[in-house]
């Protein structure tokens, strides 16, 4: 009988090894992905600054108060699938300069050889 407690408790503990390992590379990539969207948006805000520096028209700040406005009265279930399919698109951008930059560096790799 002590036997049988015994496997039971060390599957327990793989068990929640296995989890609590999981978790830890699932914080880790989530870590990733915050870090590269605040440079994404430190970068938006620095360009938008630079971009309506003494030139924010009335017409602009109406659309930006809009969307705020907008952003602000969503129900939580559309503010997360607003935020899928941004992600969704973000995803699928990252992944287009991926493949430029591999055709660019395979067209260098190859020039090189010649």
């Known amino acids: 009988m002590q036997e049988k407690k015994d496997n039971i408790f060390k599957k327990a ?6 989890a609590f390992s999981d978790m ?5 990539a989530q870590h990733e992905v915050d870090k590269a969207n605040f440079a994404a948006a430190k970068a938006e805000a620095k360009a938008n600054f630079e971009e309506n520096r003494g030139t924010n028209t009335f ?3 109406k659309e ?5 406005w907008d952003d602000a009265h969503m129900t ?3 503010r997360t699938a607003k935020i ?3 992600q969704a698109k973000q995803i699928e951008e990252a992944n287009e300069r991926i493949k430029a930059a591999n055709e660019r560096y395979e067209a260098a790799k190859v ?3 010649k």
């Open 24 to 28: 830890k590379e699932s914080a880790k």
């Open 13 to 18: 503990g793989r068990g929640l090894k296995k």
């Open 111 to 113: 020039t090189k050889k």
């Open 84 to 86: 899928r399919e941004e």
């Open 64 to 68: 930006q108060a809009k969307q705020s």
């Open 76 to 78: 939580p279930a559309e």
């Open 59 to 61: 017409r602009k700040a």
